[in-house]
C-alpha cells in the first residue's frame, strides 16, 4: 500500500481506521416531480499485484540463433502478463445482473476452450496420420532402391535426429521473452547441466477469426485467448462491453448437456448418427402429427410429398401407404396399427396353469316368481332381503358371499323371476358356474322355470334342483321329478346326472344338504383364477347414487381389483376410489369371485359388460373413446333400402306413438322396463322410448318429456324439487311405480286410451230393393225383399250395387203395407224411407248392422 498522504480522498468527513487507496466520486440521484440529490461515494482503486518471481515485460527483441547442442532443451516462456486495466464504469450494476453476466462470460470462455482443445486434438491427429504416411512412403522407396555401401563418417551423419516439437509448442516459443533467451544460452552452453524448473507455457490454440488479440502497455502484441475464461477485477467492474446481448443461463446449461453427452459418448459434433425410430401409424394420420412421431421437420415432409406430386399441407391427413414411403425415405421403421388394436382382446390373454389357484364357485339362483328363491338365499346368509323388495318380489340382481360351517366360501346371485326380467337372468347364467334351480314343490314348473332350464343349457353349466316348500300341504316332490323330464332334465333320483334335493327355506329344512351338493360340485368342476394379474370383472348391476355418484357392482372373474386401479368398462372408464363388499363395509382388494360395489366412475355402464384393469388412464381414455365411437356408428348406421324395408318402415309409420321417458334405480331394471314396453307394443300404437337412464328426474328429463308431451315414468326414484317445480308449470306428469306389474298394466291403459275404443260391426239383416217409390216431395222409399235376417228400423244401413257401396244411411222408417211396424223378418216384404239419401235403384242391396264401442286391450 502507498504510504503518499498527497493522494487522500477528500470527503465531507475524515473516515475512521486503517489508511485506505480510495477515491471520492459523486452519484446523481433522480426523484419524481423534478427532484434530484448528489450523493458522495468512496470508488475504491484497483491495485496491480504481480507475481513473484516474475519478469518486466519488455519490447521484442531479435531471437539469437540457436547454438548447436545434442540435446537442446526448450525453454519455457513465461505466462503472458494480465490485461491492460480497464476504464472504471461510471454506473454501478446490480448485483444479480453482474453475477449473470460473470456467470454467461465464464461458461462462454470454457465452451472455447473446450472447442479449441478439441480442434487442436483434431490438427494433431491428422498431422500425426500425414507423418505416418510420409514414412510409410518412405521406408518403401527405401526399400525398392539398391542398399548403398555406407562409410564410417556416413553412418554417424546417419544417426537418428531427435524428433521436432509439436506444432503448438513450437508456436509457443517462437517469440520467446528475452529473460528466457539469456536463460538459455548458458543452458546450450553447458548442455550436462541439470535443465531449470519447468513453468507453465500456455498452448496457442488455432487461430479464430472472429476473437482479435488484446494489446497490453507495451508494443508487443499477445493473445489472451487463454485467460478469456479467468475472472479479473477489471471484468467484474466494466460494464462498457454489457451491452452486447449474451447466451442465457438455460442456452449455457443445455450447451453444457450436449458437449458432456458428446464426450462421454466419444462423438464429435459433427459426426453424430442419425437415430432410427419406430414410428406408429394408424390407418389415417396428418402430417404434422407423423412428423412428430419422426422427430423430423414437417415442411421437409411436406417437400418430399411435393416430389412425389402430391399438393398437401401440414395439416391434411394421409393413408398409410403414403406414411409408409414417407418413414421409409426418412430412414426409419414403420409399425402398421389399426384402429380396431385399440380394443382389449381378452381372448388372447390366458394364464398359465402354474399361476392359478382354487376360488370359490359362483352360484346363481334362478326359478320362477314367488318359489322361494331370495328366502332360500336369506336363509343360507342368515339375513332378510325379503323385507326390503317391494311387492315381496326381487327386481334386482343381487350378489352374496357366504362363508359355511366348513370355512369354504360360496358367492351367490340372486336373479328376479318375474318375466320381464329375462336378460338379468340370461346375464346371471353366462357368469356363473352352478345353477340352483328353485322349483316349489306346491306350484311344479312355470313359464320362467322352463325359461331358467332354457338358459342354464344354453350357458353350459352344471344344474342342481332344489324343491323348495317341501314342508306345505300339498308339497309333491315326485310330481316335479316327473315334470322335469320334459324339458330333459333327468335327476339322480331317476338314474340321471343332475343332483335333487328337497329343502324348506321358511323351516330351514335339509340347508346343509344343499351346501354339501354345492361344494361337491364345485370340487369336480375344479374353479382356479389367477389372483396376481390385472383384474377383470363383469357388471352384475350399475346405478347412479344421488351420493356417490355412479356405482356398479361387479363379480372379479380374475386377478385382483385394488383401490386406485385404473379401468375401463364398457364406455366408460375410472378409477376405483373405494370398494365396498356385500356387508357394507370397504376393503382395500377383492380377488376372484367376490362381488364388490365400485366407486369411481365417469358413467353408469350397462349391466353385462367387461370390466378391465389397464396401466394408465390414456389407456383407458382411449379404449372407452373407441367403444363409444363403435356404439354411435351402430346407432346411427341405415340399413339399405329396397322395397321391402320401404313398405315396412311405411306400415310403422302409419302406427300411433306413445312417448315415454324411462328413469330408474339400476341399470338392470331400466333395462328389463324398455324390453317390456316393446313388448306390448302392437301393429297400431307402439312405445317410443325417448331416453331411459338411472337416476333421479331432474330438469333436463322434465324437458325433454315437454317437448313430446310424454309422461315421465319413475321406478323407484323420484323427482328433484326443480323437476318437480318445472313440471307443474309446463304440465308434465310423473307416474311413480315400485313394482313392474302395475307400471305394465297402467302403460297398457295409457297405450289403449291413445287409440281409443274399438269400433265393432255386427251384420243384422240383408235384402233386395225391388221398386222405388215416391214418399213426399223430396224423399224415395224402397220396397224390400228380406233374404238374411230382420230389418229393424233404426239402424245403420249401407247400399251395394254390384257389390260396390254406394252410400252409408240409417233406416228412418220402416213399414209393412201402411202400418209402421218395429222389424221384419226374413222373407218377408217392407217398405223403407232411407236417411239422407236417394240414391237407390232396384236390384241394389240394403245391407243392415250394429255397431259397437267397445274399450281397447294390448
Excluded at 498527497?6 to 468527513?13: D, I, M, Q, V
Aim: one cysteine or more; charged letters at 30%; aromatic letters at 2%.
Amino acid at each position: 500500500m502507498s504510504e503518499d498522504t498527497e493522494n487522500k480522498p477528500t470527503l465531507g468527513r475524515k473516515p475512521l481506521g486503517l489508511k485506505r487507496s480510495v477515491e471520492a466520486g459523486e452519484v446523481k440521484q433522480t426523484f419524481s416531480h423534478g427532484r434530484t440529490n448528489k450523493v458522495v461515494v468512496e470508488v475504491k482503486r484497483r491495485k496491480l499485484v504481480g507475481k513473484p518471481g516474475d519478469a518486466p515485460v519488455a519490447a521484442p527483441a531479435p531471437a539469437p540463433a540457436p547454438a548447436p547442442a545434442p540435446a537442446p532443451v526448450a525453454a519455457a516462456a513465461p505466462p503472458p502478463p494480465p490485461p491492460a486495466p480497464r476504464p472504471q464504469p461510471t454506473t454501478m450494476a446490480s448485483r444479480r445482473e453482474l453475477q449473470e453476466r460473470l456467470l454467461r462470460e465464464a461458461e462462454e470462455a470454457r465452451l472455447n476452450s473446450l472447442e479449441d482443445a478439441r480442434r487442436r486434438e483434431t490438427e494433431e491427429k491428422q498431422r500425426a496420420a500425414e507423418e505416418a504416411r510420409r514414412r510409410a512412403e518412405e521406408q518403401r522407396k527405401a526399400a525398392e532402391a539398391p542398399a548403398p555401401v555406407e562409410t564410417p563418417a556416413e553412418a554417424t551423419a546417419a544417426e537418428p535426429v531427435q524428433a521436432a516439437p509439436a506444432p503448438a509448442a513450437t508456436e509457443a516459443s517462437a517469440e520467446p521473452a528475452p529473460a528466457a533467451t539469456e536463460q538459455a544460452k548458458p543452458a546450450a552452453e553447458a548442455p550436462r547441466a541439470a535443465p531449470p524448473p519447468r513453468r507453465f507455457t500456455p498452448v496457442a490454440p488455432a487461430p479464430r477469426p472472429e476473437i482479435k488479440p488484446k494489446k497490453t502497455t507495451g508494443a508487443k502484441v499477445v493473445d489472451n485467448r487463454r485467460q478469456s475464461g479467468k475472472l479479473t477485477v477489471s471484468k467484474a467492474l466494466n460494464e462498457g462491453d454489457g451491452g452486447a446481448r449474451a447466451r442465457s443461463l438455460a442456452a449455457l446449461k443445455r450447451a453444457r448437456d450436449k458437449e458432456r453427452r458428446l464426450h462421454m459418448s466419444g462423438q464429435s459434433r459433427d459426426a453424430q448418427p442419425k437415430q432410427v425410430r419406430d414410428v406408429v401409424v394408424p390407418e389415417v394420420i396428418t402430417i404434422q402429427e407423423l412428423a412428430n412421431r419422426m422427430a423430423e421437420k414437417g415442411s421437409d415432409l411436406v417437400k418430399s410429398l411435393f416430389k412425389l406430386g402430391m399438393m398437401v399441407t401440414i395439416n391434411e391427413a394421409i393413408d398409410q401407404d403414403t406414411a409408409e414411403l414417407l418413414v421409409e425415405e426418412f430412414g426409419h421403421k414403420i409399425t402398421r396399427v389399426s384402429d380396431s388394436d385399440v380394443e382389449i382382446d381378452h381372448d388372447a390373454d390366458v394364464d398359465a396353469d402354474e399361476t392359478l389357484s382354487p376360488r370359490a364357485p359362483v352360484v346363481t339362483i334362478m326359478g320362477h316368481v314367488d318359489h322361494g328363491k331370495t328366502s332360500l338365499l336369506d336363509a343360507l346368509r342368515g339375513t332378510d332381503v325379503v323385507a326390503g323388495e317391494a311387492g315381496g318380489i326381487t327386481q334386482h340382481i343381487g350378489a352374496y358371499q357366504v362363508q359355511v360351517a366348513s370355512g369354504d366360501k360360496i358367492t351367490f346371485l340372486d336373479t328376479p323371476g318375474h318375466s320381464a326380467f329375462s336378460e338379468m337372468r340370461a346375464r346371471g347364467a353366462n357368469v356363473t358356474d352352478i345353477v340352483i334351480l328353485v322349483v316349489a314343490a306346491d306350484d311344479g314348473l312355470m313359464p320362467q322355470t322352463i325359461e331358467a332350464i332354457n338358459h342354464t343349457k344354453a350357458a353350459g353349466v352344471p344344474m342342481i334342483v332344489a324343491i323348495n316348500k317341501v314342508d306345505k300341504d300339498g308339497a309333491n316332490p315326485q310330481k316335479i321329478r316327473e315334470r322335469l323330464l320334459e324339458h330333459e332334465v333327468i335327476v339322480e333320483a331317476m338314474s340321471g346326472e343332475v343332483q335333487d334335493v328337497e329343502v324348506s327355506a321358511l323351516k330351514k329344512i335339509n340347508l346343509e344338504g344343499l351346501v354339501d351338493k354345492i361344494l361337491l360340485q364345485a370340487e369336480l368342476l375344479e374353479l382356479k383364477a389367477n389372483p396376481d394379474r390385472a383384474a377383470e370383472a363383469v357388471v352384475i348391476e350399475a346405478k347412479l347414487d344421488k351420493g356417490r355418484g355412479p356405482v356398479a357392482t361387479v363379480l372379479v372373474q380374475r386377478g385382483t381389483l385394488k383401490k386406485g386401479d385404473i379401468f375401463v368398462v364398457g364406455e366408460q372408464s375410472g378409477k376405483v376410489r373405494a370398494l365396498i363388499n356385500d356387508k357394507g363395509k370397504q376393503v382395500n382388494s377383492a380377488g376372484p369371485s367376490e362381488p364388490v360395489e365400485v366407486l369411481g366412475l365417469t358413467g353408469v355402464p350397462s349391466a353385462g359388460d367387461k370390466l378391465t384393469v389397464v396401466e394408465n388412464e390414456q389407456r383407458a381414455r382411449e379404449v372407452a373413446d373407441y367403444r363409444r365411437q363403435k356404439a354411435l356408428e351402430k346407432r346411427t348406421t341405415m340399413a339399405p333400402a329396397n322395397i321391402d324395408t320401404m313398405f315396412s318402415s311405411l306400415a310403422a309409420n302409419r302406427a300411433k306413438e306413445y312417448p315415454v321417458l324411462v328413469k330408474g334405480d339400476v341399470q338392470g331394471s331400466v333395462e328389463a322396463i324398455v324390453t317390456a314396453l316393446n313388448k306390448i307394443s302392437t301393429d297400431d300404437i307402439k312405445a317410443r322410448v325417448l331416453h331411459a337412464g338411472v337416476g333421479a328426474i331432474t330438469e333436463s328429463d322434465v324437458t325433454l318429456a315437454k317437448a313430446s308431451n310424454a309422461p315421465i315414468i319413475g321406478f323407484n326414484v323420484r323427482a328433484n324439487a326443480q323437476a318437480r317445480a318445472l313440471a307443474t308449470r309446463d304440465g308434465v306428469r310423473f307416474k311413480y311405480f315400485d313394482i313392474i306389474y302395475d307400471l305394465l298394466d297402467d302403460i297398457r291403459g295409457e297405450m289403449a286410451g291413445v287409440l281409443g275404443p274399438e269400433r265393432i260391426e255386427t251384420i243384422v239383416g240383408r235384402a233386395e230393393i225391388k221398386e222405388i217409390f215416391p214418399a213426399g216431395k223430396k224423399d224415395k222409399a224402397a220396397g224390400l225383399l228380406v233374404t238374411d235376417g230382420i230389418m229393424r228400423k233404426g239402424l245403420y244401413a249401407r247400399i251395394t250395387r254390384d257389390d260396390v257401396i254406394v252410400s252409408k244411411t240409417v233406416i228412418a222408417s220402416l213399414r209393412r203395407f201402411k202400418d209402421d211396424v218395429a222389424e221384419v223378418r226374413t222373407g218377408l216384404e217392407c217398405g223403407v224411407v232411407l236417411q239422407d239419401t236417394n240414391d237407390i235403384k232396384p236390384g241394389d242391396i240394403l245391407e243392415t248392422f250394429d255397431v259397437e264401442m267397445r274399450d281397447r286391450t294390448l
